[in-house]
């Protein structure tokens, strides 16, 4: 097996995460299976439970774990399918140290950081590559060199590079290079950080440059020179619009030259769809088709906590070579307003993505109805789903109080918890997590769709369409049209397409499994209805 382990100096948010996807692009690209690892330093076992204002979107696997965005980052740029035990937090190590140690397998031993939180940590990376089968495991460790949560999972990868074959283990290090007023390129941030890291027994072997614009060439030899790398060594990644250029960028500034030599990696032919993958999207982005929609959302200043509903329309966008351009609308500012078609005169289409709580909610149902009543192309995602089927109730089906039990108490909760998911709540679990089958109905615009009758999704709710309430709702024309296998949980909610352009909500996620060369279909299809409407 071999490693490739990525940190990051200088500051948070340098686009570690897509370097590493990058890498891990590039290396598949060139045939090689590869395995992805994010190490989170935080002490909390999960995502879960994280505040998407602080950390951007919760993203959820397969599995139904809830983990850092980053690992979105890796299964769009590689397309892969990752589970828990690829996302490795302090919280998941020490729980796994401190139960072993009440279990008395320790032996009456000390336990301490180093050596038994390191060993539970080598064990899990080296657990986790060798069960994939890949060639190369990736590893990146999130947050910056010198804090003091990744100093274990630090000293753990030093220990792994000494105990495995020279060749197989790199260290890649991502620092930024800042520009001063006179447009100088400064290394000294890129010295220190290194320098941190050689205090710790790690040397890197790459160093990949963040900045503005590329690394003049004696920056990148002065860089070489201080950090005790090679020139071919020092990678310049400069800000680029569309982040899936960035394995291209690497590609073509060598690195995976010099990570082959290092690692004795086998030149091979590279795959050139990401390549073609990526023309499309300068083509369309250059194109005069342009979209506009509408993301009516709750934390609508914070895009990041919808990245990969963006991401997704991307990927659509890309396929339909079109331009997209999103207007962010703030849910509770509809809320006082009578007339809001002020806000929408100007888009081909309204999303409604998911969301928690009562703050918005109306705004939310508000353009809701507004895309119903006006014949705007609307897509709902899991709450959106929910807030759709609620004005329905209240305005096709006339139950005027219809709510969920979840924003407040009404007569008609027709978005309501299933007896199944108290017992799941009472049991210490939240939510819905994770892939489910979906069917979907013959005959109806999902059905075209997905050209499937059997489909799977990500799931992450808690409350249910309330069966009591599906045939009152469900008429002129508004159907649901997938559920679970049971017919219990309502999946899809649809207008049938004689009466509505385009209206299609989900209690899933689609989002969670669009990929670059593969989009979601309901984003690809409420992105062909917007076109319709242009
Ligand atoms: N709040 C809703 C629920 O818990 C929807 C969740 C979501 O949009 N992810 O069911």
């Given at each position: 097996m071999k490693y490739i382990v990525v940190t990051g100096g200088v500051m948070s948010g340098l686009g570690k995460g897509i370097t590493m996807a990058s890498i891990g692009r590039i290396l598949k690209n060139h045939g090689y299976k590869i395995v992805?690892?994010?190490?989170?330093?935080?002490?909390?076992?999960?995502?879960?439970?994280?505040?998407?204002?602080?950390?951007?979107?919760?993203?959820?696997?397969?599995?139904?774990?809830?983990?850092?965005?980053?690992?979105?980052?890796?299964?769009?740029?590689?397309?892969?399918?990752?589970?828990?035990?690829?996302?490795?937090?302090?919280?998941?190590?020490?729980?796994?140290?401190i139960e072993r140690e009440r279990k008395g397998e320790y032996l009456g031993q000390t336990v301490q950081i180093i050596p038994h939180v390191t060993n539970e940590i080598k064990a899990r990376i080296r657990g986790v590559a060798e069960k994939s089968g890949a060639d190369i495991c990736l590893v990146e460790i999130g947050g910056t060199v010198g804090d003091i949560e990744s100093m274990p999972f630090l000293e753990a990868v030093r220990q792994m590079k000494l105990e495995e074959h020279e060749n197989d283990?790199?260290?890649?290090?991502?620092?930024?290079?800042?520009f001063t007023t006179m447009r100088e390129q400064?290394?000294?941030?890129?010295?220190?950080?290194?320098?941190?890291l050689r205090e710790l027994g790690l040397q890197?072997?790459?160093?990949v440059c963040r900045g503005k614009e590329a690394l003049k060439e004696d920056v990148k030899e002065k860089i070489a020179m201080f950090c005790n790398v090679s020139p071919e060594a020092v990678i310049s990644a400069p800000d680029t619009e569309d982040i899936y250029e960035v394995p291209l960028l690497l590609e073509r500034e060598g690195i995976f030259f010099y990570i082959m030599e290092r690692m004795q990696l086998e030149q091979s032919k590279e795959d050139p769809a990401w390549g073609k993958m990526v023309e499309r999207r300068k083509k369309s982005a250059s194109g005069d088709k342009l979209i506009r929609i509408a993301i009516v959302?709750?934390?609508?200043?914070?895009?990041?906590?919808?990245?990969?509903?963006?991401?997704?329309?991307?990927?659509?966008?890309?396929?339909?070579?079109?331009?997209?351009?999103?207007?962010?609308?703030?849910?509770?500012?509809?809320?006082?307003?009578?007339?809001?078609?002020?806000?929408?005169d100007d888009v081909h289409g309204i999303l409604v993505p998911g969301g928690f709580g009562v703050r918005g909610a109306e705004g939310k149902i508000k353009s809701i109805e507004y895309a119903r009543e006006n014949k705007i192309p609307f897509l709902g995602l899991c709450f959106g789903f929910q807030l759709a089927v609620i004005e329905a109730a209240r305005n096709v089906a006339g139950l005027k109080d219809a709510n969920s039990s979840e924003l407040c108490e009404t007569?008609?909760?027709?978005?309501?918890?299933?007896?199944?998911?108290?017992?799941?709540?009472?049991?210490?679990?939240?939510?819905?997590?994770?892939?489910?089958?979906?069917?979907?109905?013959?005959?109806?615009?999902?059905?075209?769709?997905?050209?499937?009758?059997?489909?799977?999704?990500?799931?992450r709710h808690r409350y249910e369409v309330n069966p009591a309430y599906i045939e009152q709702i469900e008429r002129e024309g508004v159907i649901f049209s997938g559920t679970d296998r049971s017919g219990t949980r309502m999946e899809i909610l649809e207008i049938s397409p004689d009466m509505h352009p385009f209206f299609l909500a989900t209690q899933f996620h689609p989002e969670f499994r669009s990929r670059p060369n593969k989009p979601s279909p309901p984003f690809k299809a409420f992105l062909e209805g917007c076109m319709q409407k242009h």
């Open positions: 992805p690892i994010k190490i989170d330093p935080y002490i909390n076992i999960d995502a879960g439970t994280m505040n998407p204002y602080q950390h951007g979107e919760v993203y959820v696997l397969a599995d139904g774990a809830e983990v850092d965005l980053d690992l979105g980052h890796y299964e769009r740029f590689m397309d892969v399918d990752l589970r828990r035990e690829h996302n490795i937090t302090t919280g998941v190590v020490y729980s796994a140290v283990f790199l260290f890649v290090h991502v620092t930024l290079v800042p400064k290394t000294k941030p890129t010295q220190h950080s290194v320098k941190a890197p072997d790459i160093i959302g709750k934390y609508a200043e914070l895009e990041d906590s919808y990245l990969s509903i963006k991401e997704a329309i991307k990927h659509a966008a890309t396929e339909l070579e079109c331009r997209v351009d999103t207007k962010w609308i703030e849910a509770e500012d509809l809320e006082e307003e009578k007339e809001i078609g002020s806000f929408f007569p008609h909760p027709v978005i309501d918890l299933l007896e199944e998911q108290r017992e799941v709540v009472e049991k210490g679990g939240t939510m819905r997590l994770g892939d489910y089958e979906v069917f979907v109905r013959r005959d109806t615009l999902a059905e075209r769709i997905y050209r499937e009758n059997k489909i799977v999704e990500r799931h």
